[in-house]
């Protein structure tokens, strides 16, 4: 049963190396492969010993079994100091590699000289060869290897405890029980004497620990990596968590811009459930959030539809302790998996506070714009309506006609509005309305002689007259362009060039009809008409309401466009309101 305990052991041990080798990265730590690498060996030189035929074989694999004693031990304590410092010292090296050397050395001796082994004979019991030994002076070099090995191990590893917490915990506490195991067997072994090992069963103990150990290692240098790349790029701090949003690491430019992540140590849940408002709860926060996201784009789908090497990032801006940070969070990946996630931290206080201040220069510089704009606006407006009124006060016939038919034009259009006509956006509207009083700028070409006339105008006398409708687009044309927008520019030229035309082609100047007429063309010639029936002037009387409107719905479909009369009708009260308080301000 012995035989086949150490064949078994040698089989499972080099199963072990083997998914090692598959599993290990080109980051994975040396000492770890070349634990690996001596397990079987060791194992071997058990099972070896255990079917040696005589003496000489037996002593082989007993010193392979020193051998590896010797070095299994200096590789676990390497490992060990690797995690704590990241990289040992060589003279530190040199010398643990020198001393192991030198008690092996005593082990060569066995079978020269009696410093190692005094006596050794070849025995064989129940079919399991052996070694009868009586020790000599130089072998207990090799307990004091032994002992030294796991007083520095242990001693690294409960410093690190306390002060280390860059350091997994859980890896410490399995680096723990690996030295417990270890010191135990070789001490429990060699003062008991027996026949019969545990050190291979040990071994296999080992690979299953360090297999485990190695699978959270390769996070953390991960971890390291990457936070190395990121202080080289620039000043960017950087942080990782496991999928179980368990603390990883981070670096030291996380730790300057967010100092309660020095607290934290590895392996522990990354929370802070006594203060929502820390950091580490606010980045918790932003984790969840992106798990979320990333569950939300990944419903419905079946599980081979998803792959980890899809790339999802989420970003945030921070502000805190007068700082603005631009938080990243994304998925840290090794080897086209998701291993956890990844938080990159950027200090953008100078940008953002340089683009803000830029924005509010913009935005102020907008405003004086806007307020030049605006006053250069009203400086033409009022240059346009003075050039309006002056037309008027020409016109001994029309007084006041100017500002009626503007209130006119903006009671059609309220009504208008109501009913959402086509075409009649709001932009349309404040253009037709600031367009109005620009209608009979043409008439200061025409002669004083006729446009004062009290009586009818003779027919070449209204064919004088007539000319003022294109001489208005002219007049609007030319103080217009270039100070306005084009779209107000043509309205305004529209409604001053064919606001005389009818909507069966009889109008002037150009007798064009339907609606070739312009939309606001047509709303003012309802306006100019009305405002003329309605008024008194010094060669008629006003006509009534009721007669006025008459005439305009008789007028539907010949002078004016039929689809306007609802829109006239449905402002018949506030026309004759506004027309009765204006009578009454005449009075």
Same mark, same amino acid.
């Not at 004693?69 to 200096?74: A, D, V």
């Not at 390497?78 to 995690?83: A, E, F, G, K, R």
């Not at 399991?128 to 002992?147: Q, R």
């Given at each position: 049963m012995v035989v086949q305990y150490y064949f078994v052991a040698f089989i499972l041990s080099i199963i072990g190396t083997l998914i090692f080798v598959w599993r290990c990265k080109s980051d994975t730590n040396i000492y770890f492969l070349l634990l690996f690498l001596m397990i079987p060996i060791c194992s071997l030189a058990f099972y070896q010993m255990s079917i040696s035929k005589n003496l000489e074989e037996a002593l082989?694999?007993?010193?392979?079994?020193?051998?590896?004693?010797?070095?299994?031990?200096?590789?676990?304590?390497?490992?060990?100091?690797?995690?704590?410092?990241?990289?040992?010292?060589?003279?530190?090296?040199?010398?643990?590699?020198?001393?192991?050397?030198?008690?092996?050395? *005593?082990?060569?001796? @066995?079978?020269? $000289?009696?410093?190692?082994? /005094?006596? !050794?004979?070849? +025995?064989?019991?129940?079919?399991? #060869?052996?070694?009868?030994?009586?020790?000599?002076?130089?072998?207990?070099?090799?307990?004091?290897?032994?002992?030294?090995?796991?007083?520095? *191990?242990?001693?690294? @590893?409960?410093? $690190?405890?306390?002060?280390? /917490?860059? !350091?997994?915990? +859980?890896?410490?506490?399995?680096? #723990?029980?690996?030295?417990?195991?270890?010191?135990?067997?070789?001490?429990?072994?060699?003062?008991?004497?027996?026949?019969?090992?545990?050190?291979?069963?040990?071994?296999?103990?080992?690979?299953i620990i360090l297999l485990i150990i190695m699978e959270d290692t390769s996070l953390y240098n991960i971890s390291r990596v990457q936070a190395s790349s990121l202080i080289d790029k620039g000043e960017n701090g950087f942080l990782s968590v496991s999928r179980k949003l368990n603390f990883i690491g981070s670096n030291n430019t996380a730790k300057v811009f967010f100092p309660e992540l020095s607290k934290l140590r590895v392996d522990k849940k990354f929370n802070d459930k006594d203060n929502e408002y820390s950091i580490i709860s606010i980045l918790h926060g932003f984790i969840e959030e992106f798990m979320e996201k990333c569950d939300a784009e990944h419903s419905g789908k079946n599980e081979h539809e998803i792959h980890d090497h899809e790339h999802h990032e989420d970003e945030h801006i921070l502000e805190r302790d007068g700082k603005i940070y631009k938080i990243i969070v994304e998925h840290l990946m090794y080897q086209n998996k998701i291993k956890g996630y990844q938080i990159s931290i950027m200090d953008e206080t100078k940008e953002r506070k340089y683009t803000k201040l830029l924005q509010q220069y913009n935005q102020r510089l907008e405003r004086e714009v806007a307020q030049k704009t605006e006053h250069i606006q009203e400086i033409q407006d009022k240059m346009v309506l003075g050039i309006a009124d002056i037309v008027e006060n020409r016109d001994a016939n029309t007084g006041g006609h100017i500002k009626r038919t503007s209130v006119v034009v903006n009671i059609l259009i309220e009504e208008m509005k109501k009913d959402h006509m086509e075409g009649l956006d709001d932009e349309f509207c404040r253009c037709v309305i600031k367009a109005a009083p620009m209608h009979d700028l043409g008439k200061i070409a025409v002669p004083d002689a006729i446009l004062n006339k009290p009586g009818k105008f003779e027919p070449e006398e209204f064919e004088e007259m007539k000319k003022h409708a294109a001489k208005g687009a002219e007049i609007v044309h030319k103080v217009l362009a270039d100070v306005e927008e084009p779209r107000f520019q043509l309205i305004a030229e529209n409604v001053a060039h064919y606001h005389h035309e009818r909507w069966d082609g009889s109008g002037y100047p150009d007798g064009i009809k339907g609606e070739t007429i312009p939309l606001e063309a047509r709303i003012m010639a309802i306006a100019d008409v009305y405002d003329a029936l309605v008024s008194k002037r010094c060669y008629k009387d006003s006509m009534s309401f009721e007669q006025a409107f008459n005439i305009i719905e008789d007028g539907m479909g010949k002078h004016f466009d039929e689809r306007l009369n609802k829109y006239f009708l449905a402002a018949r009260e506030k026309l004759e309101a506004y027309y009765k308080e204006a009578i009454r301000e005449q009075a």
């Open positions: 082989v694999a007993n010193n392979l079994t020193i051998l590896c004693g010797n070095f299994l031990s200096l590789f676990i304590l390497l490992s060990i100091v690797s995690m704590y410092e990241g990289s040992i010292s060589k003279v530190f090296t040199i010398f643990m590699y020198t001393l192991s050397f030198l008690v092996y050395g *005593g082990a060569l001796t @066995i079978g020269r $000289s009696g410093l190692y082994y /005094k006596d !050794v004979k070849f +025995k064989v019991v129940d079919g399991v #060869s052996t070694l009868e030994k009586v020790y000599g002076p130089l072998h207990a070099s090799f307990y004091v290897l032994i002992l030294l090995h796991a007083i520095i *191990g242990i001693g690294v @590893i409960a410093f $690190s405890f306390k002060t280390n /917490k860059g !350091v997994s915990y +859980k890896s410490l506490i399995f680096f #723990s029980a690996i030295e417990i195991i270890s010191l135990s067997s070789y001490l429990l072994g060699n003062i008991l004497g027996s026949k019969f090992s545990l050190m291979p069963a040990e071994c296999l103990v080992f690979q």
